[in-house]
C-alpha cells in the first residue's frame, strides 16, 4: 500500500473535499480523486458517497479514519526510530532534523552534500515524500514545546500550477514556516544507453511512448498521464533502482531533472536526454525561521551554494535566490 494515499485520504476526510485536500498535498484534484479510487480498491470498500455538490464519508470511511491515523502514526514513530537508530550516537543538543523529498534527494544532492548528510552528528536525514513532508513539519510545530527536534522539509514540485502548491505552502506559512525555492529546473527522459533512443538529440512525445512509462510517484504520475494518457504509464515508484532496471533492460522510459546529470554520473547502463517538451521541477525548502537558519543547515546549503554558483553556466537548471 502506498502510505501517501492514506495521508491523502485523512486530508480529504478532514476537509470533506477532493479539491481543498489536493491543494493541501500539492497535487491536481485528479490526482487526488484517482489516488482515493486506487485505495477503495485496495481496501476493498467504498471510503466515500459522492454527491453531485459535495463529499462525505461512506459508513465504512468513518469508521476506517481512525484506523487509517493509527497506521499513518506508526508508520511516522518507524521513521523516527529508525532515523534515530542511524545515527553512531545520540543526536547532539541542537540536531535538525531533514525531511527530503525522494526524488530531489537523489537528483539534487552533489556527492559532498551526501557526504555531509551521512556523516554530520547534526542532522538526522529522512527521505519521504511531499505530503510525509508536510505532516513532519506540522508534527514538529504541534511538539515543538516537547522533546521534538527542529525541522526543514525539502520539497519537489513537478509543473503543478501554482495555486495547487500555494494553498498547502500556506498552511504551512499559517504555524510559522516558510517556504525557499532554491532552483528550478527540468525533467529529460531516463532511456536505455543501447536504445535507439539514445542517439537522438531531442526526444519527441511520440519517441517517449514507443515504450512504457515508469513515472516516480503521484505528483510526476499526473502531469505524464495527462500528457501520455493512464495506459501509458505502466508503473509509478520511488523506487530508483527498480526504475534504473528497466530502462536499462530498454523495457520503460523514466525521468530524471536535468541537473542529475551533474550529480548523478552516467555509468553507460542509461543516458539522459532532453525532451521537446519539457515540464519545469521546483525545489525548495521549507521551515521555521530559526530552524533555517541553523549551523548544521546553513553548512549544507554553503555546500549546495559553492556546486550549484559553479555550474550556473551548464544550463541545466535558474537559481532563485
Known sequence: MNIEYLHYFLDVAKTKSIAQAAKLNFISSQGMSRAMGELEKELGCQLFIRYSNKLALSP?????????????????????????????????????LLDCQNVATLAFFPQKAKD??????????????????RQSLLASCAERDGDALPAVGLFCFFNQERHSEDEGL???????????????TFDKAMVCAASPLAQKDVLTDADIATRPIVATNSHLY?????????????????????????????????????????????????VLRPMERP?????????????????????????????????????????CG
Not at 547534526?122 to 505530503?131: C, H, K, M, Y
Not at 504551512?172 to 528550478?184: D, T
Not at 495527462?226 to 530508483?240: M, T, V, Y
Open 60 to 96: 465504512a470511511g468513518e469508521e476506517l479514519t481512525d484506523a487509517a491515523a493509527r497506521v499513518v502514526d506508526d508508520y511516522n514513530a518507524l521513521l523516527d526510530l529508525a532515523a534515530a537508530k542511524a545515527q553512531p550516537d545520540h543526536a547532539p543538543c541542537g540536531s535538525l
Open 116 to 133: 555531509y548528510l551521512l556523516g554530520a552528528r547534526e542532522i538526522i536525514f529522512r527521505e519521504s515524500q511531499n505530503s510525509q513532508i
Open 170 to 184: 500556506a498552511a504551512l506559512e499559517e504555524h510559522g514556516f516558510r517556504y525557499r525555492p532554491y532552483l528550478r
Open 222 to 270: 499526473t502531469v505524464l498521464s495527462k500528457r501520455f494518457g493512464r495506459d501509458a504509464i505502466a508503473l509509478s515508484s520511488a523506487n530508483f533502482a527498480l526504475r534504473r532496471q528497466m530502462v536499462e533492460a530498454d523495457s520503460a522510459v523514466s525521468f530524471l531533472p536535468a541537473i542529475a546529470e551533474l550529480t548523478t554520473p552516467e555509468d553507460g547502463g542509461y
Open 279 to 319: 515540464y519545469e521541477v521546483e525545489i525548495g525548502f521549507a521551515g521555521r525561521e530559526r530552524d533555517l537558519e541553523a549551523p548544521a543547515f546553513r553548512a549544507l546549503i554553503d555546500i549546495l551554494d559553492g556546486f550549484y554558483g559553479a555550474h550556473q553556466d551548464a544550463g541545466l537548471y535558474t537559481l
